[in-house]
């Protein structure tokens, strides 16, 4: 048996950034001039590792290569038999087809590349299909059987791109790889998890950059974004890339012991907000569980028994625990759910005058969010802000930031306040923060966080090795990768043409947003706009009936968002007519 098991990643990339120049004897280029170049820009990398194998598993042979690197185009029958489990569109391939093998191995060293193409690469991959399936059946997440082995029998061509002689031993899979219709996924998905969320028809098996993938190989443009999530767009490297490294190294170990990455993260942080101090979870709620956790414990010490209320905002969200549940401002969230949590009050977004009259000496912290997302992208007017801040130190009553969605450079700032202009005692974050890994923060000055104390607050996962280790490259990229000035352009970008869209189009009511959180409400409700847009290959959603809300990746591009553009200008057209 082998030592190991291969660690498999497949990418969709563009081979002529990382194809070996014409020094290595074979240039991408000489493909790329003819029909097939889009092919090759559009190629797919199997990358693998495999640890050699113990002395007497390979028969007569040298030892599978340590590191290498697999390439695939095609419009062939073979190809298409897996190309839903590589996923990549029929579209997206070359007529023609060939595999290059790049071997990066530290013991021989150097690069090698070996190129078939036309039929006889067909015949090579079908004597070779052993090794594919091994490749593509770890990608899916079968696992072998340590028990059973079996030998296949490679052919001269195969035998000789992997140094190896006729033999050789790969574990065997007890189980088929086999992928479900999408069909098949939605009646399991009905049989066994409980029915928390309306779904749309679509069942996405990988993503690369602003783009998805279906079941079926079509792909679509992300403006969901996991709902303002993947920042950095799906398959980021330097995120892959952190989170492999510390997969590797751990994955995680109690807070009752130091770990580097979530004292790395929480300095990033600090060095970069207002806070002096911050809280690991796992997510938005948790954050503002903690935030709420914390106020109240902060006005208990300084003030007694009798100061715990918190106001919020009508038509906010701030999670779906039974304490977040209560905070969130839409009696439709908290229906069903009563007796809800003592000590909350709601008003109305942006008016001073009515928070004013509900702060009493009982309350502790007023709560909101800098921009309502789930309530229908409303922005809080900076006048208003600066009051509640006013009124918040007049009164020795804490400020929360429920930046849960805004943070993380949604707004074209790391943090929407900074835009805003005022400064909270306690902040929230998540969603963007791990860029896909499930990780939420509280932020806090230093006076405030000192009400927590050891035993007062806790989360056995949050700020765990692999989340914080993700989100130290977040950070990194939204800071250093100049990911921030491109979503700060690209915001006002949008912004700008959905602004014409309104203008072109009586349906289109309002544009409101900041940065690439835009929402658009609309004379009709927005589900069918949002059906519309996934049957022409793009993802969007709805933040209330008639608002259409866009959360696109920071990475999204001009192209991108002119392509989104023109499907709107399309689908108002067609209702107009």
């Known amino acids: 048996m082998l030592a190991a098991v291969p660690v498999v990643h497949i990418i969709r990339g563009r081979s002529g950034h990382d194809a070996p120049d014409e020094a290595h004897g074979h240039v991408a280029g000489q493909v790329g001039r003819d029909h097939r170049t889009e092919g090759v820009d559009r190629c797919i990398h199997i990358h693998f590792s495999v640890e050699e194998p113990e002395e007497g598993n390979i028969e007569k042979g040298w030892p599978i290569p340590r590191q290498g690197e697999l390439r695939l185009f095609s419009q062939s029958k073979l190809f298409k038999m897996f190309q839903i489990l590589i996923g990549v569109g029929a579209d997206e391939l070359a007529p023609g087809m060939f595999i290059g093998v790049d071997f990066r191995m530290d013991h021989?060293?150097?690069?090698?590349?070996?190129?078939?193409?036309?039929?006889?690469?067909?015949?090579?991959?079908?004597?070779?299909?052993?090794?594919?399936?091994?490749?593509?059946?770890?990608?899916?997440?079968?696992?072998?059987?340590?028990?059973?082995?079996?030998?296949?029998?490679?052919?001269?061509?195969?035998?000789?791109?992997?140094?190896?002689?006729?033999?050789?031993?790969?574990?065997?899979?007890?189980?088929?790889?086999?992928?479900?219709?999408?069909?098949?996924?939605?009646?399991?998905?009905?049989?066994?998890?409980?029915?928390?969320?309306?779904?749309?028809?679509?069942?996405?098996?990988?993503?690369?950059?602003?783009?998805?993938?279906?079941?079926?190989?079509?792909?679509?443009l992300d403006f969901v974004g996991g709902i303002a999530v993947n920042v950095l767009g799906h398959g980021h490297p330097d995120l892959v890339q952190a989170i492999q490294r510390q997969a590797a190294q751990l994955i995680h170990t109690s807070n009752l012991y130091y770990t580097e990455p979530q004292v790395k993260l929480a300095q990033a942080l600090v060095d970069h907000s207002f806070a002096d101090k911050v809280f690991f979870c796992n997510g938005g709620a948790e954050a503002n569980e903690a935030a709420i956790k914390l106020a109240r414990r902060y006005s208990h010490d300084k003030y007694g028994t009798g100061r715990f209320e918190i106001v919020t905002m009508k038509n906010s969200f701030h999670g779906r625990t039974i304490a977040t549940l209560t905070a969130t401002g839409q009696e439709k969230v908290q229906k069903g759910y009563e007796p809800l949590l003592q000590g909350f009050s709601y008003v109305t977004f942006n008016n001073i005058e009515e928070l004013e009259r509900a702060v009493t000496d009982k309350t502790a912290a007023i709560m909101l969010e800098p921009i309502q997302g789930e309530g229908g992208v409303y922005v809080a007017d900076c006048k208003y802000l600066k009051q509640v801040r006013d009124l918040c130190s007049q009164k020795d009553v804490l400020l929360i930031f429920d930046e849960v969605q805004t943070g993380m450079g949604r707004t074209g700032t790391l943090f929407a306040y900074e835009q805003l202009g005022v400064q909270p005692d306690i902040m929230t974050l998540a969603k963007g923060l791990g860029g896909g890994v499930p990780i939420g923060a509280c932020l806090a000055t230093d006076s405030v966080a000192k009400a927590f104390s050891p035993g007062s607050h806790a989360s056995t996962f949050g700020g765990n090795p692999l989340a914080c280790a993700a989100g130290l490259a977040v950070c990194h990229a939204l800071l250093e990768g100049h990911v921030l000035d491109h979503a700060r352009r690209m915001g006002e970008y949008f912004a700008k043409g959905l602004s014409g869209c309104k203008k072109r189009h009586p349906v289109v009511r309002e544009v409101r947003g900041l940065g690439l959180l835009q929402g658009v409400e609309l004379d009709m409700e927005g589900k069918a706009v949002v059906s519309e847009c996934l049957a022409r290959g793009i993802l969007i959603n709805g933040a209330g009936e008639r608002v259409l809300r866009f959360v696109p990746p920071l990475i999204i591009t001009q192209l991108e968002i002119d392509r989104l553009l023109d499907v709107l200008d399309q689908i108002f057209s067609k209702q107009a007519a």
């Open 108 to 220: 021989w060293g150097g690069d090698r590349w070996f190129r078939f193409d036309g039929e006889r690469v067909s015949t090579l991959v079908a004597e070779f299909s052993v090794f594919l399936i091994l490749l593509l059946a770890l990608c899916t997440g079968f696992h072998p059987a340590e028990s059973i082995i079996m030998k296949c029998h490679l052919a001269k061509e195969a035998a000789s791109c992997f140094h190896q002689q006729a033999y050789a031993t790969f574990p065997y899979f007890t189980k088929r790889y086999a992928v479900m219709t999408t069909e098949e996924l939605k009646q399991d998905a009905a049989r066994y998890l409980m029915q928390t969320y309306t779904r749309q028809p679509l069942s996405i098996i990988r993503g690369s950059g602003t783009k998805v993938y279906d079941l079926e190989g079509r792909e679509y």
